[in-house]
């Protein structure tokens, strides 16, 4: 079974600077995708990011970038120029790439993002 | 671009009643995804059907079933609820099932009495 670990549960960054959430996960699989996923306070879940294990290089979205480290298993979210609508709980996530069957997300418990002025 | 519908988005029901929840895909998603947060806790994965069949079972009680029927769309249906399955409700929708992304519903938040 996998496993997600973020061991931040809350963290706080000033409006325009930069913040990194860590995220590191335990499988014996090889191949299989991570995310990031945003929960603003309507508790919408938002896809923020995704990254392909196969890829070696790391996934960007405009502010939103991953520092993705294959063999020590951690997935880390960068956002950089922080803004106010940023705030929100943000989940890493992880999806096994199977026999062609549907898979499942392995959510971590979240950390708690506060970008204040 | 259309987005995963759920409904209803609130639902209030009595200890021992049946709650219906409904998803509506993304249009040419064949893939749908059941979970559920509890207060303070991340997402649970429930079920899953691909191309209107079961193709995996989380940690869903015995109380609960759904289904995916021939238009894609799908439904939860929760009995005998109890209190502590008060919680959001996600559905979830993906295309071709494996190996794609997620895009989640605004969720059903279910208050049991």
């Known amino acids: 079974a996998q496993t997600v670990t973020q061991s931040q549960p809350e963290m706080s960054v000033q409006e325009a600077e930069t913040v990194t959430l860590s995220c590191t996960y335990d499988t014996s699989e090889n191949n299989y995708y991570l995310f990031w996923y945003k929960q603003p306070p309507s508790r919408q879940m938002i896809l923020v990011i995704r990254q392909e294990a196969y890829k070696q290089q790391n996934a960007t979205e405009n502010r939103f970038s991953v520092n993705f480290q294959k063999a020590a298993k951690s997935f880390s979210l960068k956002i950089s120029d922080s803004q106010l609508g940023d705030t929100a709980m943000y989940f890493c996530a992880f999806m096994s790439v199977g026999d062609g069957t549907a898979s499942k997300l392995t959510f971590g418990t979240g950390t708690r993002l506060q970008v204040t002025l | 671009a259309a987005g995963v519908i759920q409904s209803p988005r609130h639902l209030i029901k009595e200890k021992r009643e049946t709650a219906t929840l409904k998803c509506y895909p993304i249009?040419?998603?064949?893939?749908v995804y059941w979970y559920q947060q509890g207060p303070g806790q991340d997402p649970q994965f429930l079920i899953s059907?691909?191309?209107?069949?079961?193709?995996d079972k989380g940690s869903i009680p015995d109380r609960f079933s759904a289904q995916q029927f021939s238009d894609y769309h799908s439904e939860l249906n929760m009995s005998s609820l109890e209190l502590g399955d008060s919680a959001l409700y996600f559905c979830?929708?993906?295309?071709?099932?494996?190996?794609?992304?997620?895009?989640f519903g605004p969720g059903t938040r279910l208050t049991v009495l």
């Open positions: 249009p040419r998603h064949d893939t």
């Open positions: 979830a929708s993906s295309f071709l099932g494996r190996a794609d992304t997620q895009y």
């Open positions: 059907f691909y191309e209107k069949m079961q193709s």
